[in-house]
């Protein structure tokens, strides 16, 4: 089997030498503005994909909007992870599950910038745009920035709502075509944000719709001023914010792809908080007095997944084998340095739909070998592992843990060719579909356990483009979205772990890691809280 206990031991003098020559390099940039005392500096891995979440998946593109920008219906509290009031004061539920009314704030404004001037506060119409967007194509907006709303139709959630009514200027009631228990919990994902339908208006008659994407306007903490892409994206805050919280006048997304470089900015003192410190960094960080690192258990699963729709990954047998090929428990160790824990199944231990008794594939090369043979795979059989370049809390480091499970495929007789391009690159590529594997994950969007059966293995998930192993079983969607129709967690997991049977002997992917979260800071940060669904958020923290 290949050697991995020697990655460890040459990684951390490497990165001290990275970052003592970076640190002379960051101390001669400089900040687009003054942010010493009124401001805060988030180092960013990379430019979003649009100022619109609703639009992607991307943990990037989250951390961009939606929590900076906008506000949704109903929020989930970091610190409880319970459903709580957004723009939404509170919300009734129909006794048969079907009807939700919602009673909405009054006084909450929207950004007024320099290129929109909003002339009314936030209303239901804004609520029933924004929605009406996703879910109805021949709404006016549908089709603007490529007409793809993954999270939404990875739910079809389009089906699941029959209708949303205007009640009044302050009150919408939606039905649905049949109960769901986690409804509430996708209106509070980083997804289901509100737009302003007057400002839709406005681009609209302008001829220009796509600005609503590029130039947002939201009723959330901080407004959009400028993106460089490659550089920075700057905010103010809105003097107007609905929510009585300490805000920031200036922040800034410093975006810096390299993780060791954000790290550099970060002991210096060029950026406040830092995104996805690696987790080769973490001790480092630990050992600063003027940082500090928080940790917690991630709601997350990183996994390799096999694209079914191809041969010969469409062969139960050749995935198992290639599952026994390769040794969770030393890629683990190797790629996550004690910050993570092995996977048997998608759903993490802190989830409460979580089986821990659950059995997966063991490494088992020779019994792999032997599979691997008895399906006409020869030795020399070349396979690509598509492996992101940007770092995510589910794996740190993608392009390394290909090349180690390329050693341990290589002692089974099969090659790999290790893909990879510029991140922007690699998700337009993703999106066409000609892969043989990818190592990838999904970080939950709330705390249903759903939100990991469907999004990434349900048979509407492949077209919406969150579903990378292209695998449709119908007795699998049958049971998920049975255990929807239950409100009783006791009879959901029940359905989830004869779902979870399915996954196992069938293998569409292989699940490898739940990692924790970190975040790391200043000390002079206060109130930063890691969010355990999604994007980060800086409404409500202050410098002293």
């Not at 550099?264 to 908080?273: I, N, P, Q, S, Y």
């Not at 239950?486 to 569409?508: F, G, H």
């Amino acid at each position: 089997m290949p050697k991995v206990e020697s990655l460890n031991i040459t990684i951390r003098p490497l990165l001290t030498a990275l970052i003592s020559s970076f640190l002379l390099f960051a101390c001669g940039e400089t900040n687009p503005i003054n942010t010493e005392k009124t401001g805060l500096i988030y180092c960013s891995e990379g430019n979003p994909s649009t100022f619109n979440p609703q639009l992607a998946t991307s943990g990037t593109t989250a951390d961009a909007s939606s929590y900076q920008i906008y506000d949704r219906l109903l929020e989930f509290d970091p610190e409880t992870n319970k459903i709580v009031p957004g723009l939404a004061s509170h919300w009734q539920v129909s006794k048969d599950g079907l009807t939700y009314t919602f009673t909405l704030r009054k006084e909450v404004h929207f950004h007024s910038t320099q290129f929109f001037k909003p002339t009314r506060e936030f209303n239901a119409d804004d609520v029933i745009f924004s929605m009406d967007r996703w879910r109805n194509w021949d709404h006016p907006y549908h089709d603007v920035s490529g007409g793809n709303y993954p999270y939404f139709a990875s739910l079809e959630l389009d089906n699941l709502i029959d209708a949303i009514y205007r009640v009044d200027s302050h009150k919408i009631k939606i039905t649905l075509s049949k109960p769901d228990s986690s409804f509430l919990a996708n209106l509070a994902t980083d997804f289901a944000i509100v737009l302003s339908a007057e400002y839709g208006d406005f681009l609209l008659n302008k001829g220009t719709p796509e600005l609503i994407d590029e130039h947002p306007i939201g009723t959330g903490p901080f407004q959009f001023i400028h993106h460089q892409k490659d550089r920075y994206i700057r905010y103010k805050k809105n003097a107007n914010y609905w929510r009585d919280i300490p805000l920031v006048d200036q922040l800034i997304f410093d975006i810096t792809p390299l993780s060791s470089l954000r790290l550099a900015k970060l002991m210096t003192g060029e950026c406040d908080v830092l995104s996805l410190p690696a987790h080769s960094e973490l001790e480092i960080i630990r050992e600063r007095e003027n940082l500090i690192l928080d940790e917690k258990p991630g709601l997350n699963v990183g996994f390799w997944a096999f694209n079914t729709s191809r041969a010969p990954f469409d062969n139960i047998e050749v995935r198992k084998a290639l599952a026994m090929a390769i040794d969770k428990s030393a890629l683990v160790e190797a790629v996550y340095f004690g910050s993570a824990v092995k996977a048997n199944g998608i759903v993490p231990p802190s989830s409460w739909a979580h089986q821990s008794d659950l059995q997966g594939t063991s490494y088992n090369p020779i019994l792999a070998k032997e599979l691997l043979k008895k399906n006409g795979i020869e030795d020399g059989f070349t396979l690509d592992i598509w492996a992101m370049p940007v770092e995510r809390t589910y794996n740190p480091n993608a392009v390394m843990m290909a090349g180690l499970m390329q050693g341990f495929l290589k002692d089974v007789g099969v090659n790999v060719n290790i893909v990879s391009f510029e991140w922007n690159s690699f998700r337009r590529r993703l999106a066409e579909g000609n892969y043989d594997s990818i190592l990838i994950g999904w970080s939950a969007d709330n705390g249903d356990p759903d939100n990991f059966y469907r999004p990434l293995l349900s048979c509407p998930s492949i077209d919406s483009g969150t579903n990378r192993a292209k695998w449709c079983s119908p007795q699998f969607d049958e049971l998920i979205n049975e255990a929807l129709t239950y409100s009783d967690e006791r009879t959901r997991v029940a359905l989830y772990q004869s779902a979870n049977a399915i996954i196992a002997d069938q293998i569409p992917l292989v699940p490898i890691a739940h990692a924790y979260r970190y975040q790391a800071y200043r000390s002079n940060v206060n109130d930063l809280v890691i969010n355990p669904f999604g994007g980060i958020r800086f409404g409500g923290v202050y410098k002293q």
